[in-house]
């Protein structure tokens, strides 16, 4: 694994220098393999950086889009992970709709839709059970308890090992979310955090020892890059050794 962390000026600063990195990413998976693929996170952090994707001239066709996790909502829920990045970028450009890939939602049982969302994910790599398909970029943010994407402190999606989608909880509110076998087995992946809220959690996930299933980011130790950016706020006192 590769570790870079960058503590940017401002959440402006931030989506810039996520920007580049992501068309950097894009650029070398297409010429390697013909296309790329990326997980999406929810939440207010990333809504600029999916804004300024879609302001760019892209090859959309080669581009292959996955979300990391989503609310058990419909599809045009305010809560809903896809309505946002639709909204934000992707209903803005002319991707195919066949490349454009959200997590199901209308399963009566979330662990069926799971099971249907992974068998998706498998029939797209061709990959077997039991393997761990390599997502170009993987996008995280970070909740101020150390969560990120479903994962969420002491609950049982920590201890999923077997399967690339599992069912979250928190507070009853269930989710679908990658496990994070599968986040690690990305090439990239790339944390987003910001606010000064979000310091003693990245105190804990730095530390060179605490509680993983207590911080379940720290969990997150991909085979590739894992690069973490920062808006002064969130990363100004870390030590990022």
Same mark, same amino acid.
């Given at each position: 694994? +590769?570790?870079?962390?960058?503590?940017?000026?401002?959440? =402006?600063? /931030? %989506?810039?220098?996520?920007?580049?990195?992501? #068309?950097?990413?894009?650029?070398?998976?297409?010429?390697?393999?013909?296309?790329?693929?990326?997980?999406?996170?929810?939440?207010?952090?990333?809504?600029?950086?999916?804004?300024? #994707?879609? +302001?760019?001239?892209? @090859?959309?066709?080669?581009?292959? *889009?996955?979300?990391?996790?989503?609310?058990? %909502?419909?599809?045009? +829920?305010?809560?809903?992970?896809? /309505?946002?990045?639709?909204?934000?970028?992707?209903?803005? %450009?002319?991707?195919?709709?066949?490349?454009?890939?959200?997590?199901?939602? =209308?399963?009566?049982? @979330?662990? %069926?839709?799971?099971?249907?969302?992974?068998?998706?994910?498998?029939?797209?790599?061709?990959?077997? @059970?039991?393997?761990? @398909? +390599?997502?170009? *970029?993987?996008?995280?943010?970070?909740?101020?308890?150390?969560?990120?994407?479903?994962?969420?402190?002491?609950?049982?999606?920590?201890?999923?090992?077997?399967?690339?989608?599992?069912?979250?909880?928190?507070?009853?509110?269930?989710?679908?979310?990658?496990?994070?076998?599968?986040?690690?087995?990305?090439?990239? *992946?790339?944390?987003?955090?910001?606010?000064?809220?979000?310091?003693?959690?990245?105190?804990?996930?730095?530390?060179?020892?605490?509680? =993983?299933?207590?911080?379940?980011?720290?969990? #997150?130790?991909?085979?590739? =890059?894992?690069?973490?950016?920062?808006?002064?706020?969130?990363?100004?006192?870390?030590?990022?050794?």
């Amino acid at each position: 694994m +590769s570790k870079k962390v960058e503590v940017l000026t401002d959440r =402006d600063a /931030l %989506v810039s220098q996520a920007l580049e990195l992501i #068309i950097s990413k894009m650029e070398t998976a297409i010429a390697e393999q013909g296309r790329f693929t990326i997980a999406l996170a929810g939440g207010s952090t990333p809504k600029p950086l999916y804004e300024a #994707i879609a +302001s760019q001239n892209l @090859p959309w066709d080669k581009i292959h *889009v996955f979300w990391g996790d989503e609310r058990y %909502v419909s599809p045009d +829920s305010p809560d809903s992970n896809q /309505l946002m990045a639709r909204r934000a970028w992707l209903d803005r %450009v002319e991707i195919p709709a066949a490349n454009v890939h959200p997590m199901p939602t =209308d399963e009566a049982d @979330p662990a %069926v839709a799971a099971a249907k969302y992974e068998k998706h994910l498998q029939e797209f790599f061709h990959s077997s @059970p039991g393997e761990f @398909p +390599s997502l170009d *970029v993987v996008l995280l943010g970070m909740g101020d308890d150390a969560h990120t994407a479903s994962l969420f402190p002491h609950t049982a999606a920590l201890k999923v090992q077997d399967k690339l989608i599992t069912v979250g909880n928190k507070d009853d509110n269930l989710r679908l979310t990658f496990t994070y076998p599968f986040i690690n087995a990305a090439r990239c *992946v790339m944390f987003l955090a910001t606010g000064a809220n979000k310091k003693p959690a990245l105190a804990q996930v730095f530390a060179p020892t605490a509680d =993983d299933f207590a911080y379940p980011s720290r969990l #997150i130790q991909p085979k590739g =890059d894992l690069v973490w950016l920062l808006d002064a706020a969130a990363g100004s006192d870390l030590n990022k050794g």
